[in-house]
């Protein structure tokens, strides 16, 4: 919690801001502008002033109609909420169903065949950030970390971030997870993804690098439904770049 990225809101473990990530032609995406987490709907009162103080104005929700009906929390009028169903279950079952038989659907082995064979799902959440009303907007889903996931790779990847950096921040994800978890009475499960992912000869750091070193950005981008203003607001993070 020591890093200077980190979201200090009470009822979040993985927050942070994504911005202060070195870019592959130099400088640094800008601060303030874009933030990612788990779920928002444990953040108390102070919680949500301390989001608000942040700058966030805007939260892009990324789960399942399953998962928002049962968040029945007040969300201050304040901030929007734009709700992305990111998984597109219904829309597409063939591609999931062995991810949700095999449990590799909570691994990084699926993030690259999601971007591959269901771009506009991720070209619907990263409209809705480039889209956003003037302010941050904070991304998520439940533990922010598989669909969170995926958005920030294809996001961080788009602005031109440094590989090794989107890698990092990937993993600060992973180290926070157990203290995510214990705060709502859970086990950690880190051992079980790992199993999951040597299953299939990698570690769940190397299944991630996999996705990331084959995302094609520019046979994603065809097939998102980005136009050029969203290009242009994702690279620039809606803000001048540093």
Known sequence: MSDPRTLHADGLFNGRDLGGLPLQ???TTPSGQVFRSEGVDRLTSSGWDALYEAGIRTIVDLRAPSETAKDTGVRPERLTTVVV????????????QAYWETGLVGTPLYYGPHLAELPERSGQALRAIARAEPGGVLFHCAGGRDRTGIIALALLTIAGVEPEA????YLVTVENAPALLASIGVPSNEQRIEALCAEHGTTVEGAFRAALDGFDVDRFVERSGLDADDLEAL?????RVA
């Open 85 to 96: 169903d990111h998984d597109g279950l219904d829309q597409a079952p063939s591609f999931w």
């Open 25 to 27: 032609g130099g400088g």
């Open 166 to 169: 989107i890698v990092r921040d």
């Open 235 to 239: 690279r620039t993070f809606r803000a």
